[in-house]
């Protein structure tokens, strides 16, 4: 991950930062507490007015986008030999030009480390989430706290309907660069603050669902162990329906250790 300051060059004033994750290619723009309709970018106005100051990827990567070179330029191929560049990278060029362009007057320097606000907010981003049942979503976040989301409750998020109505595209979430966001096929996004605001609290912390994972479930030669068997032994009490495996696989099931121990009284 790389951190960028975004400046005004006409004041030196610091809007924000920019956050570029290299393996996944994604932006997160994070603008300063305080900004309004008249101080934030114009990009991020409609943002700023709902008192929404983490920027989504999408919108991120359209602020990036308006400041460079776009990829349809006629001559971009002898732009990309010009400057050594085998393929076009949104981020290279972002850097070359120090992120100026001509709609304003901002620009971007590389720094090292977060600010306490961008700190502050992280602390709501995703460290886990895990598909339920009837569209449900548990999420873990940074600050130990675990909520319930229902995708029927994320009405203004675009293409959720699609989410609700296709399994097979529900069954591809995962968390997105930093926690920043839940993606569907890395094409639907849902930000983590969304997630946070809209999700149920369970009276549960990250580390005590960890821990219930942990000691909760035992593998194939955990299981064996327990019931002092071998794993024929162990494949028959299976196929005789006295265990059931919590998660199949060729090399080994999960189980769930009380479906196990139960088979010693």
Known sequence: ???????????????????????????????????????????????????????????????????IIPPSRQNIGMILKNHGLKEYDEMKFLELSEGKCSQDSLYIKPVKEFPEYVRRRQRHNITQCVILTDKDLLCMFADETVRKINLSSLAEIKDVDKIMNNEALFETCRVGAAGYFITFNNSIDIPAGVLYKKGKKIPLTGKELLAFVRNGLVDTTQACGILDCSRQNLLYMLRQGYITPVKEDVKGNLYFKGDVVKNLW
């Open 1 to 67: 991950m790389r951190i960028f300051k975004i400046l005004d060059e006409d004041d030196e004033r610091e809007l924000g930062i920019l956050l570029y994750f290299e393996k996944e290619g994604s932006f997160i723009v994070e603008l300063k507490d305080g900004l309004d309709e008249w101080s934030a970018p114009f990009l991020f106005v409609p943002y700023v007015k709902k008192g929404v100051f983490t920027i989504p990827r999408s919108d991120s990567l359209v602020w990036v986008q308006n400041r």
